[in-house]
């Protein structure tokens, strides 16, 4: 008989047990991330792919309980699109990157990501002034991070990308006879020819610069500029990228042609003309590194689209703060104590380390040849 009942009271702990363990789960407050991203206008499908890569990960980890028994709150604001309104109380037109970061600000997050350069600069100087930590994602200008305490990067600087791409050069016999640059006018664009334009030139090389607005859609005034040379390097987005690779080919250019990450994207490498067009390109498009296969099959079930640089950056992204976060306080200040302390990580892009006192979290990328559609690593 008291047998029967000391079972019968442990059955009732551990099902009192559990269901406190539901309970405070349920009830804690939610783990706020916030995103202010490009949503709108020519860059937009590069805040769509950070955005459903952040989206996955939060899913997958509050599947798996969340951070410490919290679930994550992933909280988007649009940061092209104009408020409601479009004027504030003083009949001002809005800023919509300001605007979103107010709206982001008043959920209390953790961090705030923000995507592409050209927001994440304007967004910085804000973000330092309140004391709101920030990461930039898919925003390789230097400047970003080279004052303040709070904005940090997750993504390969124009200092980084330029070394592959001069290794390039060099590695095809360019850097003596020179070539012609098409790039984007824009943080982005001269920050990668600034610095690519820096390195070349110590080997005495001879740049035809050739830059185009952000709303290019026509090249055929910036591919005559370089139509003598015998290599070319095209930065920009993939719609840009796409469009130069047809100009070039259009008029027969035998040249070399070399490009950034953004060439890696599907969206480039399925068309004819990207055919032989070398690029540098991260480890998640190396098909020895099996690390990603699942999670990239499990990407194009959800979304119904390949797994790119930029949907890995968001969902990488997450995991950090979920492994970092672990059993750690989940507060701004802790999060910016570890990111000061830095860490090291292994995730879809391989090895990355934010070394202490550091403020980009950098991933490795390598000099790489498209090949039949498909990215071959040199």
């Given at each position: 008989?008291?047998?029967?009942?000391?079972?019968?009271?442990?059955?009732?702990?551990?099902?009192?047990?559990?269901?406190?363990?539901?309970?405070?789960?349920?009830?804690?407050?939610?783990?706020?991330?916030?995103?202010?991203?490009?949503?709108?206008?020519?860059?937009?499908?590069?805040?769509?792919e950070?955005?459903?890569g952040?989206?996955?990960a939060?899913?997958?980890?509050?599947?798996?309980?969340?951070?410490?028994?919290?679930?994550?709150?992933?909280?988007?604001?649009?940061?092209?699109?104009?408020?409601?309104?479009?004027?504030?109380?003083?009949?001002n037109?809005?800023?919509?990157?300001?605007?979103?970061?107010?709206?982001?600000?008043e959920?209390?997050?953790?961090?705030?990501?923000?995507?592409?350069?050209?927001l994440?600069?304007?967004?910085?100087?804000?973000?330092?002034?309140?004391?709101?930590?920030?990461?930039?994602?898919?925003a390789?200008?230097?400047?970003?991070?080279?004052?303040?305490?709070?904005?940090?990067?997750?993504?390969?600087?124009?200092?980084?990308?330029?070394?592959?791409?001069?290794?390039?050069?060099?590695?095809l016999?360019?850097?003596?006879?020179?070539?012609?640059?098409?790039?984007?006018?824009?943080?982005?664009?001269?920050?990668?020819?600034r610095?690519?334009?820096?390195?070349?030139?110590?080997?005495?090389?001879?740049?035809?610069?050739?830059?185009?607005?952000?709303?290019?859609?026509?090249?055929?005034?910036?591919?005559?500029?370089?139509?003598?040379?015998?290599?070319?390097?095209?930065?920009?987005?993939?719609?840009?990228?796409?469009?130069?690779?047809?100009?070039?080919?259009?008029i027969?250019?035998?040249?070399?042609?070399?490009?950034?990450?953004?060439?890696?994207?599907?969206?480039?490498?399925?068309?004819?003309?990207?055919?032989?067009?070398?690029?540098?390109?991260?480890?998640?498009?190396?098909?020895?590194?099996?690390?990603?296969?699942?999670?990239?099959?499990?990407?194009n079930?959800?979304?119904?689209?390949?797994?790119?640089?930029?949907?890995?950056?968001?969902?990488?992204?997450?995991?950090?703060?979920?492994?970092?976060?672990?059993?750690?306080?989940?507060?701004?200040?802790?999060?910016?104590?570890?990111?000061?302390?830095?860490?090291?990580?292994?995730?879809?892009?391989?090895?990355?380390?934010?070394?202490?006192?550091k403020?980009?979290?950098?991933?490795?990328?390598?000099?790489?040849?498209?090949?039949?559609?498909?990215?071959?690593?040199?």
């Amino acid at each position: 008989m008291a047998r029967k009942l000391i079972k019968s009271l442990l059955f009732l702990i551990t099902i009192f047990l559990f269901l406190s363990t539901i309970s405070c789960t349920e009830n804690a407050s939610p783990v706020r991330v916030g995103a202010a991203l490009v949503l709108t206008g020519p860059a937009s499908y590069v805040g769509e792919e950070i955005r459903d890569g952040l989206i996955m990960a939060v899913e997958e980890i509050n599947e798996r309980g969340g951070i410490n028994g919290r679930a994550i709150e992933l909280v988007i604001e649009d940061a092209t699109a104009p408020p409601p309104d479009g004027l504030s109380s003083s009949g001002n037109f809005l800023d919509p990157g300001k605007s979103a970061f107010d709206a982001l600000e008043e959920k209390n997050p953790i961090v705030i990501v923000s995507s592409l350069s050209s927001l994440s600069i304007k967004l910085a100087p804000i973000a330092e002034k309140r004391k709101r930590l920030m990461v930039g994602l898919v925003a390789t200008a230097p400047e970003l991070t080279k004052t303040g305490d709070w904005v940090y990067r997750y993504w390969p600087t124009a200092e980084h990308e330029a070394p592959p791409l001069a290794e390039l050069f060099e590695q095809l016999g360019h850097t003596t006879k020179g070539f012609g640059v098409i790039y984007l006018d824009d943080a982005y664009g001269t920050s990668v020819f600034r610095d690519l334009e820096k390195r070349c030139k110590a080997f005495g090389s001879k740049i035809v610069p050739a830059p185009f607005p952000l709303s290019g859609k026509k090249f055929s005034a910036e591919v005559e500029l370089i139509k003598e040379t015998s290599a070319v390097c095209v930065i920009g987005f993939d719609v840009h990228i796409i469009n130069i690779l047809k100009a070039l080919r259009e008029i027969g250019y035998q040249g070399d042609i070399i490009s950034t990450t953004t060439a890696t994207l599907p969206s480039v490498t399925s068309i004819p003309e990207a055919e032989n067009v070398y690029v540098t390109a991260p480890a998640i498009y190396n098909k020895n590194f099996h690390f990603t296969d699942e999670i990239k099959n499990r990407y194009n079930q959800k979304f119904g689209k390949p797994f790119t640089q930029y949907s890995a950056n968001g969902y990488d992204f997450i995991y950090i703060l979920s492994g970092i976060l672990e059993d750690q306080p989940v507060t701004m200040d802790a999060l910016k104590g570890m990111f000061e302390k830095g860490f090291v990580y292994s995730g879809v892009f391989g090895n990355i380390e934010l070394k202490s006192g550091k403020k980009d979290i950098l991933f490795p990328i390598f000099p790489a040849q498209i090949i039949n559609g498909n990215i071959l690593f040199r």
